[in-house]
């Protein structure tokens, strides 16, 4: 069994977010959410947070388990999920209910708005992500469990990048050893782009065979109890011309400077802007077509963003990535991302991985 | 290069349901949806299919990929995804538009009201997941070829399965062994259940270790350019028992009588109640507790289902999952499962494994 995480605390502060928007409770659809909530783990289900203790509702498969893992809740059988809602919500007598557009669909909705004739619906997702950037100590552990087997995995994989070797079967072999360690599953599509494929940032890979002479960039991560980790490193196989080498500096001081203002208090955009400025400056501006970063957690993407429009402001215990990179049409690209971690002195880096260029194969 | 599949009779259909519903065009937004009707693959998109030449909307990345996926549309770059949408709407002159209730969020549908004041959204599911039920000879050659990979792969990782190894390894193998075969992706997280766990009909790889005299439930497939495969094949190790024995012998005979009742024409919940009704006579009626099969293609589970509620149709050129099961709480379950062809004689058995009960390890 996973240790029990510190759930009581989150609730608290999704009340206290209930009694300044004035209402009297939420409902809550996504499953990373719900998890972050509970503690529970099903690929489906439906939780209510009112005054009482929170209705977590499940169907006939989940139980079991929901009592096991989400002890602080009420369980809740439906055989049908609107239904189970609905009476949840008459239950409790609320009538002012908030709820997160970005994942309920408008079916979910109407269904409710039929069968719950006295609710009112209020849209609240961007509080929520608020909620769950910050992370506690055992997020924090998970996570960096998460980084120790992407890195041992990217480590034992290593030694197979080289000329002749297709990215794709590079991926397979990297997914394979992140989960024979313990991953419970990839954090993303792993992106291995060689040659002329690094200048696509979200390349998939695919039969080129890695050449001497290419820039690889590797950009993976593994999952370790619903936790994330996210790291880019770009690799030279068998060595770096200097148009390679240039850009590769460009890059590699961005991701310093941006690493350099991390702090608790920054504006998000600022980073953005400390890593954008570099790149800027040595005329690939254009060419950074992304964000700087992104928080990490349950979800491999999720708040704080760190980009230009970012009105996010970084606080002590956000994990996030600081990820800047220059693509060059045709040509190749680089990119170098770290997740680290917001302490009150700094950036604290989590990854493992070197950042300066290395060149191996 | 994948094959251009055939998206001109595709869309005509989808043309013919507008026409049928008074409807002027229609948003869709579902990637797999989006993928059928045009070929687009990337992750992210939204495609306006009205009089003329479908509108293929994407982002930044996906300009290039669209325009060599999906020949058949005018590919228009949006830099915001709602902007996208209501002027493609407004340049067609639209007013009344389909649009899919379960995939649309709230958030989505309410941005498009506020920009497209004009146009009333009428919501329309099931009639799209009922065009893509009937899959054409490509479908069925990709499916088919998703078949192939993971029964080989399930055959190369048949040997690992013995005593003292535990779930996940084994889960591990056999996604490796797909992965490395050219599978994009599983089909889905890999089910291993072995013993007791047999009884948990969406059981997940965990440490138990394989015992002499286990059922191991394994319930897998293979992703091949967008298509599913399905099959699950429960095994004895080491030997059966007696209770065992019997279980698997019901389960048989209901997949047989199901597979039997496969034809076009007949009710999906007729061949549901092929099943059923043998597992009932038997007396393991309640712990038959999922429907006897789905539709399978470019999602795991589509249209139509067959379930004692399904309303669906059988029609020639379908391709449905049969899986009956009987599930004893601590004791262990049985689930045979094919996917088949439903063809104008009955049904073609896709899957590989004989459903004979086997002992291995």
């Known amino acids: 069994m996973p240790e029990r995480p510190a759930i009581a605390p989150r609730v608290s502060r999704l009340r206290a977010l209930l009694r300044r928007s004035g209402l009297e409770a939420f409902l809550i659809l996504d499953l990373k959410n ?3 909530l509970t503690g529970f783990t099903g690929s489906d289900g439906a939780l209510v947070v009112g005054a009482g203790k929170p209705a977590l509702l499940v169907d006939g498969r989940y139980t079991t388990q929901a009592r096991k893992q989400a002890p602080g809740t009420r369980v809740v059988l439906y055989r049908d999920k609107v239904s189970g809602i ?3 919500l008459s239950a409790g007598g609320v009538e002012h209910v908030g709820f997160e557009p970005a994942v309920a669909t408008v079916e979910l909705l109407s269904s409710l708005r039929r069968k719950s004739k006295k609710v009112r619906w209020k849209p609240l997702q961007r509080e929520l992500g608020a909620i769950r950037a910050v992370k506690d100590p055992g997020e924090i552990t998970q996570i960096r469990r998460a980084i120790r087997i992407a890195a041992g ?14 990215e794709r079967d590079i991926a397979v072999e990297l997914e394979y ?7 419970e599953t990839p ?25 001497p002479g290419d820039f690889v960039v590797i950009d993976y991560g593994a999952v370790w109890r619903g936790y994330h980790s996210d790291e880019t490193c770009t690799f030279a196989v068998g060595g770096a011309g200097r148009r390679h080498e240039r850009i590769y500096a460009v890059v590699k001081e961005a991701h310093d400077r941006a690493l350099e203002a991390v702090r608790p208090g920054v504006a998000c955009r600022d980073v953005d802007a400390a890593a954008r400025g570099v790149i800027e400056k040595a005329g690939y501006g254009p060419l950074f077509s992304h964000g700087t970063g992104h928080g990490v957690g349950l979800d491999v993407h999720e708040a704080p963003r760190l980009s230009t429009l970012s009105d996010a402001v970084l606080e002590k215990g956000m994990v996030i990535t600081i990820e800047p990179g220059i693509y060059l049409p045709g040509f190749g690209g680089v990119r170098i991302e770290d997740t680290v971690l ?20």
């Open 86 to 88: 609905a009476e949840a």
């Open 177 to 183: 050893a992140m989960r024979s360690m313990g991953a």
């Open 34 to 36: 719900i998890r972050y």
């Open 153 to 166: 995995a990217l480590r034992s994989t290593l030694g197979r990048i080289r000329p002749g070797v297709c």
């Open 342 to 361: 917001v302490e009150k002195g700094g950036a604290r880096v989590l990854t493992e991985f070197s950042k300066e260029l290395q060149v191996i194969g």
């Open 187 to 211: 954090a993303f599509d792993t992106i291995i782009a060689s040659g002329p494929n690094s200048a696509l940032p979200h390349a998939r890979p695919g039969s080129r065979k890695i050449r």
